[in-house]
């Protein structure tokens, strides 16, 4: 954690930021920022509404930005990338605008309604084991890739700058829409969600705080920011699709730890009910990971939200991708298993 208000190294250049943003322009959603409808809330909480994207996600604008980016001959061989669904979702839909062909290596427990998604989008969908697609995703594996057809330009769903400075775009609205913000609370899969975001925040308002999410069924930056290194945890699989894992990427944890402000752990019973309040407060429909933000914003007052009590905090609703079974138990106040 730090509390040194000037721009650590490891931030992306809020003009590549500020690139991403004109290059994105006509091309991705502003989503609107709104207020949360519960007058019982412990803060004044924004809704900031990723899951209005064309693909459901805030993963469209890295996406996006590092195909705009790329060279013509980067793209002769297509685009390929690691993706439990919505990264893959942003991709498939540039590369289909490009013409350009687009592979997705995909972890076989993967939810449908992504995947169903990706395939309408003209995307070739290869599946693998959890292991194989995290061992791919962190380490590469040049063999294998070749066997499995993954060729052509690698976007990385998070560790790759040209997407962290799209998802920072995110930030440069929020400050717009609502300049006297306190706070931004950002799911934490990866890490370039959050990272890019506190990029921006860092450059042109140090003062604002900006904390990851986590789930208590996998919060590795939690453990690694309380150990000051990283640690593995232990990891459960849940309704939450497309962020949580063991560890901390090893080469997102200088970033991660030099911008944001400490991450927050939220349970998944804490998570669904977030997810629910969504629907029926907002008319909202978020996936698990979308409402990780908002449910770590309810519990402001334990922890190192406490002193933000009656402040402004926007929570990132990151996505709405949720399989309609998955929905109704939540909507029916079940926790799904």
Known sequence: MIDNPSLPPTAIPLPDIQAARQRLQG???????????????????YLKLENLQPVGSFKLRGAGNALA??????????????????MALGLAWFARQGGVPCTVLAPEDAPAAKLE?????????????????????????????????LSGLLVHPFNDPAVMAGNGCIALEILEDLPEVDAILVPYGGGGLSCGIASAVRALRPGVKVFASEAANAAPLAACLAAG???????QASFISGMGAPFVFESMWPRASQLLNGSLVVSLQEVADALRLLAVRN????????????????????????GLAGGKIACIVSGGNIDAHLLTEILQDRLPT
């Open 117 to 149: 998604g990706v395939a309408r989008l003209g995307a070739r969908i290869v599946k693998t084991s959890f292991e194989e697609y995290q061992r791919i995703q962190r380490f590469g594996d040049p063999q294998r890739q070749q066997e499995l057809g």
């Open 27 to 45: 091309q991705v959603l502003r989503t609107p920022l709104v207020r949360l409808n519960l007058a019982e809330a412990p803060a004044q909480i």
């Open 69 to 86: 980016v790329a060279q013509a001959s980067q793209l002769a061989e297509g685009v390929w990338t690691a993706s439990a669904g919505n």
């Open 229 to 235: 290194r990283l640690v593995t945890v232990p990891y």
């Open 283 to 306: 008319h909202v429909i978020a996936e698990g990971a979308g409402a990780v933000a908002l449910a770590a914003a309810l519990t402001l007052k334990n922890g190192p939200l406490a």
